[in-house]
């Protein structure tokens, strides 16, 4: 009787996972750039009416984020041996966590659209090392 590796099950995860996850990372850190910029044209508009948007979102984005980054560019740096585009994923997701800490305004948003910028490369270029 022949005995399953350990790290089977881990293997086959990380089969499963491919540049899905990148492309679907990049289109959620393109939304988080259409919220940055819509809320900030919105808050705008409504300033007068004082209307507010759930902060929520933010941490719940963040969250996603992290998620993301952790899953496909993890698989990333174990395919294809490579650790620059966890690095610079890793770099964008910690400037848009410190973003939170800042008050709701134009450094926030400058900040969180760096931040963004930088982790939807980094999985650009995770998904171009991988194919």
């Known amino acids: 009787m022949t005995r399953m590796p ?14 899905r996850f990148d492309r679907i990372a990049m289109g959620l ?6 919220h940055c910029v819509a809320t ?5 508009v409504l300033s007068s009416a004082g209307a507010l948007l759930h902060p929520a979102i933010h941490e719940v984005g963040l969250t996603l984020a992290i998620g993301f980054g952790i899953i496909a560019l993890g698989k990333g ?9 966890a690095v610079v994923g890793a770099f964008g ?3 848009m966590a410190g973003a939170l800490s800042l008050p709701h305004g134009g450094f926030e948003i400058f900040w969180t659209l760096i931040g963004v910028s930088l982790v939807a490369l ?3 270029l995770n998904r171009r090392a991988t194919y």
């Open 77 to 85: 740096v174990l395919s294809h041996g490579y650790m620059a585009p």
């Open 40 to 44: 900030t044209v919105l808050l705008t």
């Open 29 to 34: 850190s393109g939304l988080c750039l259409v």
């Open 93 to 95: 997701i910690g400037i």
């Open 122 to 124: 980094g999985h650009d």
């Open 6 to 19: 350990v790290s089977l099950p881990l293997v086959r995860f990380w089969g499963g996972i491919d540049a």
